[in-house]
């Protein structure tokens, strides 16, 4: 099985390819053996990459280590890449970046270097569908458990149904505020108004 990055062939013998799909969970159990956990949703996936560079083909370490090391010009970080393996495709594994470490150790049994690196989803699909969707407001509610639309006070939130009890005491609120050190036949019009 081949592995391609941005349909570039790794270059190596013996290609082992892994892939990590981790779950968030937090344990919940505390101190007893309680097996309750929070699950913390669905995190990047992992590809991880294993092969044999015989000696004599140490061009193909130059190559990986160009990969890893590739840098995206206008942003400073590392190059992300397209994916081509039969199996993250099958899973919506689609671009990675190398992440952690590259690792290159020497055999001795089979004359060349065992070469290890991992890649880390960039962009899930999940993530990619939550940038799409709309942030939605909060839905505020009155004492009656209605959504309403109630502008004519500024202090009171939007979309804000007031009940009707409640809607007396804002005029009262809005009508005694305004006449405060208003003569007495002002007032008395007022308590008119409210009864």
Do not use: C
């Amino acid at each position: 099985m081949t592995l391609q990055l941005n349909q570039q062939s790794i270059p190596g013998l013996d290609i082992k390819v892994t892939i990590k799909l981790p779950f968030g969970d937090s344990d919940l159990s505390g101190q007893s053996s309680n097996t309750t956990s929070a699950e913390t949703g669905t995190k990047a996936k992992e590809l991880t990459v294993s092969l044999i560079v015989p000696f004599e083909k140490k061009t193909w370490l130059t190559e990986i280590d160009r990969l890893a090391e590739a840098i995206n010009k206008t942003t400073g970080a590392r190059t992300v890449y397209r994916i081509g393996h039969d199996a993250a495709n099958a899973i919506k594994f689609y671009e990675a970046k190398f992440s952690q470490e590259l690792t290159i150790r020497e055999l001795d049994d089979t004359q060349g270097w065992q070469v290890g690196f991992v890649m880390k989803e960039h962009l899930s699909v999940p993530e990619r569908k939550s940038q799409r969707e709309p942030i939605k407001p909060a839905k505020q509610q009155g004492g009656e458990g209605k959504n309403i639309d109630y502008k004519e006070n500024p202090d009171i939130p939007p979309n804000t149904e007031l009940s009707t009890f409640e809607k007396i005491l804002s005029m009262a609120d809005n009508v005694l505020g305004g006449v405060m050190g208003s003569d007495d036949a002002t007032k008395k019009e007022v308590a008119n108004e409210i009864k």
